[in-house]
């Protein structure tokens, strides 16, 4: 095929790979280097018999981010390091990534997505966030299309969460936890401490806390008074299922750095606790709050 011709063909599908990517990496750079990678193998593959271009770009792409995902993981279980790695900086987000999150890509997605396998995140991207069916993730896998069905349904569940509350009390908190937020993020003291039950006590992790702050704070003006000085790390929170229940990640770049445990009681926040250690947010189980 004509190169110009492949280059053009190749432009009217980059959207969608860019979608596929970001879903698969959670970063807009790591999913335009596989965007590009895709493009090099295109170049240099025999493509006179591809009847399907765009599902061989997937499938293409694919294998390139299940690559990345692998080696990300090995470079996490290193035994020589030691640590956990780095949280993403306050300013981890920028304009590609507030692109594609208009796609409907949330923050808290993106997080539950990076604590999945590699094989686990790519079953259940391309098939419930892209409708490609699992006799082609198959052999991206290396797994049989029963195999790669369990894979992408165990992801689900990660995704979907164990909520500890019936449906309609769940909704109740997840009111209060938003009101919460958009009051936090407005720096709307009147407003939070209207949602801020007169005894509420917030703990946190020293990792969260300002120079000079302290660990444990009590009462809704002293709790409100802080959270407002804190408003500008809200642009990076969103609502998530934390512990089975609705609360808070602040999670910049798709990278979580902090979770909000929060307790809600006569539709009032009674407790909240801001948790940064590595070690805890690891432990903690996070999912996606349905719509």
């Known amino acids: 095929m004509d190169e110009d011709l492949l280059a053009r063909r190749f432009e009217a599908h980059r959207p969608h790979l860019r979608s596929v990517a970001y879903r698969m990496l959670g970063s807009s750079g790591e999913a335009e280097d596989a965007v590009q990678e895709t493009w090099l193998r295109l170049s240099r593959a025999d493509t006179s018999e591809v009847a399907n271009l765009a599902g061989w770009l997937t499938t293409v792409i694919a294998r390139v981010c ?8 090995a470079r996490r279980e290193d035994p020589m390091g030691g640590q956990m790695p780095e949280m993403a900086p306050e300013a981890g987000d920028g304009p590609e990534e507030d692109a594609l999150r208009a796609e409907s890509v949330s923050r808290a ?3 539950v997505l990076d604590r999945l396998e590699p094989a686990e ?6 098939h419930d966030l892209f409708a490609v069916p699992f006799a082609t993730i198959a052999p991206l896998v290396e797994r049989t299309p029963a195999a790669a069905k369990k894979l992408a349904s165990r992801a689900r569940q990660r995704v979907r969460g164990r909520p500890v509350a019936a449906e309609r009390e769940l909704a ?4 209060v936890v938003e009101a919460f937020l958009t009051a936090a993020h407005g720096g709307d003291l009147d407003a939070l401490l209207a949602v801020l039950d007169p005894d509420v006590v917030r703990r946190a992790d020293p ?3 300002r120079p000079g702050a302290a660990a444990v704070l009590r009462g809704a003006r002293v709790v409100a008074g802080e ?4 408003a500008a790390r809200t642009r990076y929170a969103e609502p998530a299922l934390v512990n089975g229940a609705p609360g808070l990640v602040v999670a910049p770049g798709g990278r979580l750095r902090f979770a909000l445990v929060v307790a809600v ?15 805890r947010l690891e ?4 999912a996606v709050l349905g719509t």
């Open 121 to 126: 995140r790519v079953a259940f991207v391309l």
């Open 265 to 279: 009681s006569n539709g009032k926040v009674t407790a909240y606790e801001v948790i940064a250690d590595p070690a």
């Open 227 to 230: 959270t407002v000085l804190l």
């Open 283 to 286: 432990r903690l189980e996070l």
């Open 207 to 209: 990792a969260a806390l």
């Open 172 to 175: 109740r908190h997840r009111q």
């Open 109 to 111: 997605l993106l997080v």
């Open 66 to 73: 299940l690559d990345l995902l692998r080696a990300r993981k």
